[in-house]
């Protein structure tokens, strides 16, 4: 940096010649940090600009800022795709299967944290052992049987196995959080004659919010982003996710890419709207997803 | 502990003992049993382990589980890199937060949206290409996803693209909650930054390492759908193919339910090997992070 602007004040390091040297293993470690942030940009950079080209400007250049602006991508895009209904479809699947996992996840985690039973344990043990196993092992009976009952290709059937693939994280989750709550709560609840649904009700659950807002947002997220279950289990037009719908209108316009990436920005809003104004959540949730519970 | 009637407990587990029961024990009891049929419909006549013999007959198989073995090798890249990354940014490097922010955003896209950039970047013509051959490194302007020697490797970068920023976050959470006097100890007994790293860093991270190792196990032989799906199909020819396709395009495009058990079934077993580490190393995990 030649020019000793304010910017460059705050960015160097002060006044090498005063004897402090240039440490140049720092300049490693961030060159090294800004080339993933670079390769993570990238992808990004050219999400953003391609809707923005026509196919003429993107096919003589695709890396350069469009020229000119051009914003009938996106009116092409939602002519050519279902976005909302796809969002429609996609939030059914994440309310109705997380609502109903996390009340029987709940209820069961009350009875694991807070009275005694046999076989607990290893109840316990097994039902987090669930959390490994792959949908796509469980997907052929599933499909297999909802068929049989008339049931294939309804809400019903595939909020169902949603609610079965995250309830044992829920179980886990919500298990180790009750238990972290003190008795002494609870005892004085039961001196002042609350039942036992009273007290997962009124305490419990109350006093659990943190983790029940972690839960949420990592169960919500799986749901969200889950594309077997909804290809083989929602298949029909009208029933189909956003991670299905947009497969297929990607394929459907792979030669018209700048379609495509409008397409692409319009599916992507949401959760990065979520992300932008619930970070903390979002970074905690998935942590605690994979590490504590 | 509340005192209840022996069976109270059993109430508040009925809803989530049938529902698991449902989507887990009745389809892992009847995926075994398809294994063993030839399936027409909702079931067929027995036939043993014909299925099996089948599949591992099948070169498109062999195919597959080859394919899974070496995503493995993406296991030992996200384990160096995020630790690295991780490391740097708990030493609140410049603009830790930011990069972390950064790291962390390819999370939030769905692998459907990524696997679609990423298909158009590396097209022959794509932007990937064009930037290669704009900074003259036109021999490496390859077709990535269209060779299928290369196909696969490529995947797997886009697989360690999305997957990175979690180890990094899951890390950067495991170092904050380290003792920081062995870090400063070391710094006054003149221990370079290499030293701290191996001798005083890398110790304490093994629990969270031999997680995320295992996690990432799990990820690379049966949690990879999505990504194959949506960026090649299998393709070229089956030059990505894997054992979840594998059972998707069996099942649900050839019409052979057995043969997608036989190996649904295989797949069951293989993550098995891996659930009774893991839980002893979350449980090892979590009792280090209490002390």
Redesign the interface.
């Known amino acids: 940096m030649t020019t000793e602007t304010p910017v460059s004040v705050v960015l160097e390091t002060p006044a090498p010649k005063e004897g402090r040297r240039i440490d140049w293993f720092d300049i490693v470690k961030q060159l090294f940090l800004i080339f993933f942030a670079l390769l993570i940009l990238f992808p990004g950079y050219f999400l953003l600009i391609t809707p923005f080209k026509t196919q003429t400007n993107y096919s003589a250049d695709k890396l350069g800022l469009p020229s000119p602006f051009y914003f009938e991508n996106f009116t092409t895009a939602l002519r050519g795709g279902r976005f909302f209904l796809w969002f429609g479809n996609s939030l059914i699947m994440v309310v109705g299967a997380v609502l109903l996992s996390t009340v029987v996840a709940a209820l069961a985690a009350f009875a694991f944290s807070r009275m005694r039973f046999r076989a607990q344990t290893p109840l316990l043990a097994i039902i987090t052992a669930l959390m490994v196993i792959p949908p796509v092992v469980m997907i052929i009976p599933l499909f297999i049987f909802f068929s049989r009952m008339d049931m294939s290709g309804s809400y019903a059937s595939a909020i169902l196995v949603y609610a079965g693939l995250i309830t044992p994280f829920a179980v886990y989750m919500l298990t180790n959080f009750f238990r972290t709550i003190p008795h002494e709560i609870v005892e004085s609840a039961l001196i002042d004659g609350a039942t036992s649904l009273g007290i997962l009700m009124k305490i419990l659950v109350p006093l659990s919010a943190p983790a029940l807002v972690t839960l949420v947002v990592v169960n919500s997220l799986w749901v969200w982003s889950d594309l077997l279950i909804a290809l083989v289990l929602l298949p029909t037009d009208e029933k189909r996710t956003l991670m299905v719908g947009i497969t297929v209108f990607g394929s459907r316009y792979n030669s018209d890419v700048p379609v495509a990436m409008a397409g692409m920005i319009m599916a992507s809003l949401p959760m990065l709207l979520l992300y932008i104004f619930g970070q903390k959540y979002f970074t905690r949730g998935l942590v605690a997803g994979a590490l504590k519970g | 502990?509340?005192r209840?009637h022996?069976l109270?407990?059993?109430l508040?587990?009925a809803?989530?003992?049938a529902?698991?029961t449902?989507?887990?024990g009745?389809?892992?009891v009847?995926?075994f049993d398809?294994s063993m049929r030839r399936?027409r419909?909702?079931t067929g006549p027995f036939i043993g382990f014909e299925n099996y013999r089948q599949v591992f007959k099948d070169d498109v198989f062999h195919l597959a589980l080859k394919h899974n073995a070496l995503l493995l090798l993406a296991v030992p890249i996200l384990v160096i890199?995020s630790i690295?990354?991780a490391v740097?940014l708990h030493?609140q490097?410049?603009?830790w937060r930011f990069?972390r922010?950064?790291?962390?955003?390819?999370?939030?896209?769905?692998?459907?949206?990524?696997?679609?950039?990423?298909?158009?970047?590396l097209s022959l013509?794509?932007?990937v290409n064009?930037?290669l051959r704009?900074i003259g490194l036109d021999r490496l302007a390859l077709d990535w996803l269209g060779s299928s020697n290369l196909a696969l490797w490529t995947l797997m970068f886009v697989i360690i693209?999305r997957e990175?920023g979690?180890g990094i976050?899951?890390y950067l959470?495991?170092l904050l909650s380290l003792n920081e006097e062995l870090e400063d100890a070391g710094k006054i007994d003149g221990a370079n930054?290499g030293q701290r790293l191996w001798y005083i860093t890398l110790p304490q991270l093994k629990d969270?390492t031999e997680?995320y190792v295992v996690?990432n196990i799990?990820t690379m032989l049966?949690?990879v759908?999505?990504f194959v799906?949506?960026i090649t199909r299998g393709g070229p020819g089956n030059a990505t193919q894997v054992m979840?396709l594998y059972?998707?395009n069996f099942?649900?495009r050839n019409s052979l339910?057995g043969m997608?058990?036989a190996v649904?079934?295989v797949?069951?077993l293989i993550?098995l090997i891996?659930?009774i580490p893991?839980?002893t190393l979350?449980q090892r995990?979590?009792g280090g992070?209490a002390s």
């Open positions: 502990m509340l209840t022996r109270t407990p059993f508040f587990l809803p989530m003992l529902l698991l449902f989507v887990f009745y389809s892992l009847k995926i398809f399936i419909g909702a890199l690295l990354i740097l030493e490097v410049r603009g990069y922010t950064l790291y962390f955003a390819p999370y939030i896209f769905a692998i459907p949206v990524i696997g679609i950039v990423f298909s158009n970047m013509n794509g932007a064009q930037l704009g693209w990175l979690f976050v899951l959470a495991r930054w969270v997680f996690i799990i049966a949690w759908f999505p799906y949506v979840e059972i998707y099942a649900f339910p997608a058990s649904a079934v797949l069951f993550t891996f659930i893991l839980f979350r995990t979590e992070e």
